[in-house]
């Protein structure tokens, strides 16, 4: 089966966890209407589970979690727990319908965080899911740094969560070091040693976050885990909207999660989280549709499908031809049609040299109102400077 068609034929879950690793940001701190209003807004275009927060903070986060609860989204609720009863309690009191149970299970953590031993680390987490079986919830297990983690202890580490009652493993890349062609043989291994559901988190601190989710879905698992923007620790999780763009147009994969409202929601969680959304950004940033470079504008202006790998209504943005430095006398005609003027040739040509000079001293594409300026200053046979 080639690679398009693993993740054709197979259902992916959506795990956001914007509200729990995306706050954790270092300096982010979502206020309480913030995260009602971001899990309402996921929840509507489909995402199929949010994790919410970690009640056992108490406080305003519990609270918010209750408050999330109490609206009956359409999405599943996750709170997050370390392999504690106290913590699971403190989630089941919330309402939470599913708990994520996080223990390290790297040698690196195991001897130099928990100080502990892997048998303690089996023990703690058996005990931890066993208790939140018995209570009805849905349960992922988390491996903390799994990617750093010795293969066969995590084959016998997923096998004693199901012998206790978990629904899934999260595989957690923590420190982002894998990379997909690792990440895909890694989790094909253990898929096929355990044929358990496996969720992908991933961090972007080499910038493969995206790359790595997908590579671990072609390997065998069926859940992404991902934030709005990519938000999370450090430099990051795999975003939502990379993630998911990625498998409808890449690999053709049919989502019914309503891409239509990235854009909006990418910029209100840009607002919420106080962290700016480059113009740069893959699928939402403002650049995504933007086109200067005059062969790429002319392109673009006789078929979009020239430069843009899918239409910018599908994430909630436009598209825009702008005037700078490097237009080509094609978009100069284009530009000056929206404004009900028919260039000549010469024209055009004198209207892009004066752009081009303009556009550098000002070190900016050009604002409309100063295109329209240089065409009278021509018109009029006036000295531009």
Request: hydrophobic letters at 40%; proline letters at 1%.
């Amino acid at each position: 089966m080639c690679v398009k068609d693993k993740i054709k034929n197979k259902e992916i879950k959506i795990v956001d966890t914007t509200l729990r690793d995306g706050e954790q940001t270092a300096g982010v701190a979502f206020a309480n209407h913030e995260k009602i209003a971001i899990a309402q807004a996921l929840s509507d275009i489909g995402v199929d589970q949010l994790e919410v927060g970690i009640p056992t903070m108490g406080g305003d986060e519990k609270a918010t979690i209750k408050e999330i609860c109490k609206r009956n989204l359409k999405a599943s609720i996750m709170a997050w727990n370390r392999a504690v009863v106290s913590d699971i309690e403190q989630s089941i009191d919330c309402g939470v319908d599913a708990v994520a149970i996080s223990l390290s299970v790297s040698d690196i953590h195991i001897q130099h965080k928990l100080k502990k031993s892997r048998e303690w680390v089996l023990e703690n987490m058996f005990n931890a899911v066993s208790f939140a079986h018995k209570n009805g919830l849905y349960i992922s297990v988390n491996g903390e740094d799994a990617s750093r983690a010795d293969t066969d202890f995590l084959i016998e580490f997923i096998n004693v969560a199901k012998q206790a009652g978990a629904n899934r493993f999260r595989f957690c890349d923590t420190v982002g070091v894998m990379e997909p062609f690792a990440t895909r043989e890694k989790i094909e291994k253990i898929h096929k040693a355990t044929n358990f559901d496996i969720e992908m988190h991933t961090h972007n601190d080499f910038g493969m976050a995206t790359a790595n989710a997908i590579a671990g879905v072609i390997g065998g698992a069926n859940h992404i885990g991902c934030t709005v923007n990519g938000l999370g620790e450090r430099a990051g999780n795999a975003a939502l909207e990379e993630v998911l763009m990625a498998l409808k147009f890449v690999y053709g994969y049919d989502t019914d999660i309503d891409t239509t409202k990235f854009v909006e929601i990418s910029r209100y969680v840009s607002q919420a989280s106080g962290r700016q959304l480059p113009a740069w950004k893959a699928i939402v940033g403002t650049n995504m549709f933007r086109h200067e470079s005059g062969i790429h504008a002319d392109g673009a202006i006789k078929d979009p499908k020239n430069y843009e790998a899918f239409d910018p209504a599908e994430v909630g943005l436009q598209r825009q031809i702008v005037i700078g430095k490097h237009s080509g006398k094609a978009a100069i005609v284009n530009k000056f049609k929206e404004y009900s003027i028919e260039l000549t040739n010469d024209e055009a040509n004198q209207i892009l040299e004066e752009v081009r000079k303009v556009s550098v001293g000002l070190k900016r594409e050009l604002f409309d109102k100063e295109l329209v300026q240089i065409y009278q200053d021509i018109k009029n046979d006036y000295r531009i400077f």
